[in-house]
Every structure is written in structure tokens, then in C-alpha cells.
């Protein structure tokens, strides 16, 4: 009875960290580890899990202040200080359009090649303002109900087809028997901006840990059922690992099926999400194509499906909190799904024939607004709000220091590069 007791309470539970993952899954694993791989081997395997290391705490801390304290982060800091939250919302409007754009642009080229079609480069765009304006339909109608469940099976069909095609993978070793699959000679100052943009999402953008705290909060109104501060991070903790383990997994794909053989990843768009179900077929064989495109294609979806929720949710609980403008928390949601959707297309017709730019960009832009996001996170976590019981132990603080101090480091290094190369 006590085990059927706790399976319920799981199940009521589950959410914010399988839809975290499944967010995360997208361009950071599927595009950035597996390019990785197929261009560097294993040789950037430390800055892969250094990312996934380092930055888990200020994610934790999302889910851990809204068990705690029954608010979101973004009450916290508004409660530091009003400008605070200011500060935080200009960061959210700067990346928010190319962030929105870069995962919906790559769900476009999954999209195509699951379909068996490539655009001609001045059209691309439609394919991307179609799944935009599905998106935005599922949202407007069916909010986190819809989101949460479809994430689930999406998220479960990935997990267990990479880890089948790792695990085969592993089983046949590299192509061409290759196994020099370390090489540090790759690693150079014309490498340095991938090498960033990498760590930018891995395994996602910091300052995105607010979304954990608000998603956090919609899972307990939407089950109605109170996790346990344990119960909440027992969750959390669950689909961040299975995440950094499925970077590993796709670092590996990349490494042993491309590296290894001496090959090329193709630069375009649908080429390169081409490319990258090649790597599974090739290990399955063909007869799989029409699962692997489909599940690719699921996740891609389903993180545009999350980072438009994202955004649009944090926004219209950043226009309640600062109290502007007296629309409902419903109206504002409205409006800046509408708002983040248009300006995604936007970006998208403007990028449209540099991919590869479009993703650095992004992923760099946030790799340097994470030391900022890490600390206020962290000092929330250390604040009043929460009882000592409910405050992270002496690990997590000593990670949370080095953390800062490399997401610091790494970000004043890229600045200083990017100064003395112009």
C-alpha cells in the first residue's frame, strides 16, 4: 500500500523535469553534441560535462525555491529588488526571439526531412511559420495539460531509441576501425566560439531555470496534489541526468559514426538534421528511417512547443508582478505567445541562410547572461525564503561557487578572445 502510495504521488509529480529535458534534448544534444562528435571526436567530452556539471545547480535551485516557497523564481527577484526583475526581463526579451527561433528553425529541417522534401533557401521560412502557427495553436488551446502530456511520450520514444542506437553503436565500435578519437590539436582559437556556443546550451540556457520554477507551480495547481520539497528535486533530478546522459549518448554517435570515418557533417539546415538521422539509421538500418525521423522530429517540436510556452509564461507573470498593464495572467500569456511567435519568423527569414550562425549566435548570447542568472539564483536559495532545512547542503554550495566562478571565466575569456581577434 505504501509503494502504491508513493507510485501516485510520482506520478502526480512528474512533469517539470521530463518537460525540462525534453526542452533541453533539442538543439544542445541533437545539433551541438552530435557536431561535436562528428567534428572533435571526444576531445570536448570534459566542456560537455563541465556544462552539465556546473550549471545544475542554478536549475535545482528554480525547482527547490517554488517547492519551498509556493512562488517562482521571478517573485524572487522582485522581492530582492524591483530592478532586479527589470534586468531580467530586458535579458528575456534580448535572447527570447532568437532563442525561439533557432529551436523552431531546426524543428523545420527535422520537419522536411522526415517528409522527404527540402524548400528551395528563400522558402525555408514557411516550413518554420508552419510549425510556429502550430505551436501556437496547441498553446492557445490546450496550455499545460496538452504540453505536459504530449511531452511525455515524445521525450519516452527518444530516450529509448538513443540509448538503443548508443548501445549498439558502442557494440560495433567506430567506423573504419578508427580509434583516435581524442585529438587536441582540433582544439584552436578558431575552435573557441563552437567550444562556447556548446556550453551555451548545455544542457540549456541558465537564465531559462526560471521556467522550472513556473512549471513547477502549474504541475501542483494542475494535479493537485503538494510534492515534498524531496518529491519535487527526486523529479527534477531525474530528467536533468537523463539529459546530460543523452548529451553523452549523441557526443558518442557523432564521435564513432563521423569522427571516426573521417567524414563531414553537411552545414545547411536540412542536410545536417538529414546527417544526423543518418547516424541512427546506420546503425539500425533503413527500415527504422520513418521511427528515428519521427521521434527527432517530436522532440524538435516538442522543445519549440516548450520554449514558446516558456517565454510567453514568464513574460505575462513578469507583467502581473510589475504590474503593468491590467490584462489577466491569461490575456498577457496570449499576448506574448503572439508577440514571441511573430518575432520568431522574423528571425527566422532574416537568418535564413546562415543556420549556422543563427544557432551560435543564440547559444553564445546566453552562455554570457549565465553568470548573472547563477548568482541571483543562488543567492535566493540562500535568503530567508527558506528555511535551513530547505536550503542546498554544503555540495551543492561549493558547486554552485565553482560554477559561478567557470561561467565567469569562460565568459570574460570568450570577450577578451573576441576583442583581441577583430
Known amino acids: 500500500m505504501l509503494n502504491q502510495t508513493k507510485s501516485k504521488h510520482f506520478l502526480q509529480t512528474l512533469g517539470p523535469g521530463i518537460l525540462f529535458a525534453s526542452t533541453a534534448i533539442g538543439v544542445s544534444h541533437l545539433v551541438q553534441s552530435t557536431k561535436a562528435g562528428a567534428n572533435f571526436g571526444f576531445t570536448l ?3 560537455i560535462i563541465a556544462a552539465n556539471v556546473f550549471k545544475f545547480p542554478f536549475f535545482e535551485y528554480g525547482s527547490r525555491y517554488a517547492s519551498a516557497t509556493g512562488k517562482s523564481l521571478l517573485d524572487g527577484y522582485k522581492k530582492m529588488h524591483r530592478s532586479i526583475l527589470i534586468i531580467y526581463t530586458i535579458i528575456t526579451l534580448l535572447s527570447m526571439f532568437f532563442v525561439s527561433a533557432t529551436v523552431s528553425f531546426v524543428a523545420a529541417g527535422f520537419f522536411e526531412n522526415l517528409l522527404g522534401i527540402q524548400s528551395p533557401p528563400n522558402l525555408f521560412f514557411v516550413s518554420s511559420f508552419i510549425l510556429i502557427a502550430l505551436c501556437y ?21 527518444l530516450l529509448v531509441t538513443t540509448l538503443l542506437a548508443f548501445l549498439m553503436t558502442l557494440w ?11 585529438r587536441w590539436d582540433l582544439v584552436n582559437s578558431s575552435s573557441i566560439p563552437f567550444i562556447i556556443a556548446l556550453m551555451g546550451w548545455m544542457p540549456t540556457a ?30 527534477f533530478n531525474l530528467g536533468y541526468w537523463i539529459s546530460a546522459l543523452l548529451s553523452l549518448c549523441f557526443l558518442t554517435l557523432g564521435a564513432f559514426l563521423v569522427f571516426s570515418s573521417g567524414e563531414l557533417m553537411p552545414q545547411g539546415n536540412v542536410p545536417f538534421t538529414g546527417a544526423v538521422i543518418q547516424l541512427f539509421t546506420q546503425t539500425f538500418g533503413n527500415w527504422s528511417f520513418l521511427i528515428i525521423a519521427s521521434s527527432s522530429f517530436a522532440i524538435m517540436f516538442g522543445t519549440t512547443i516548450g520554449v514558446m510556452d516558456g517565454y510567453s509564461r514568464t513574460l505575462s507573470e513578469i507583467m502581473h508582478l510589475l504590474d503593468w498593464g491590467k490584462k489577466t495572467k491569461t490575456n498577457n500569456y496570449n499576448l506574448w505567445l503572439s508577440i514571441t511567435a511573430i518575432g520568431s519568423i522574423f528571425i527566422i527569414y532574416f537568418f535564413n541562410n546562415n543556420f549556422s550562425a ?49 561561467l565567469t571565466g569562460f565568459s570574460i575569456f570568450y570577450i577578451y578572445h573576441q576583442i583581441t581577434s577583430a
Open 172 to 182: 560495433k565500435g567506430p567506423s573504419n576501425g578508427n580509434t583516435q578519437l581524442v
Open 206 to 235: 541558465v537564465d531559462l531555470s526560471t521556467w522550472n520554477s513556473l512549471w513547477t507551480l502549474e504541475r501542483i495547481k494542475d494535479s493537485g496534489y503538494k510534492p515534498s520539497l524531496r518529491e519535487t528535486l527526486r523529479e
Open 45 to 47: 567530452i570534459v566542456f
Open 358 to 406: 543563427l544557432v551560435n549566435f543564440a547559444t553564445i548570447l546566453s552562455f554570457l547572461i549565465a553568470p548573472i542568472v547563477a548568482v541571483l539564483n543562488f543567492k535566493l536559495v540562500l535568503s530567508d525564503d527558506l528555511s535551513e532545512e530547505q536550503k542546498p547542503g554544503l555540495l551543492m554550495k561549493l558547486l554552485s561557487y565553482l560554477g559561478i566562478f567557470l
Open 137 to 157: 495553436g496547441i498553446l492557445r488551446l490546450g496550455k499545460y495539460q496538452l504540453l505536459d502530456g504530449l511531452i511525455k511520450i515524445v521525450a519516452l520514444t
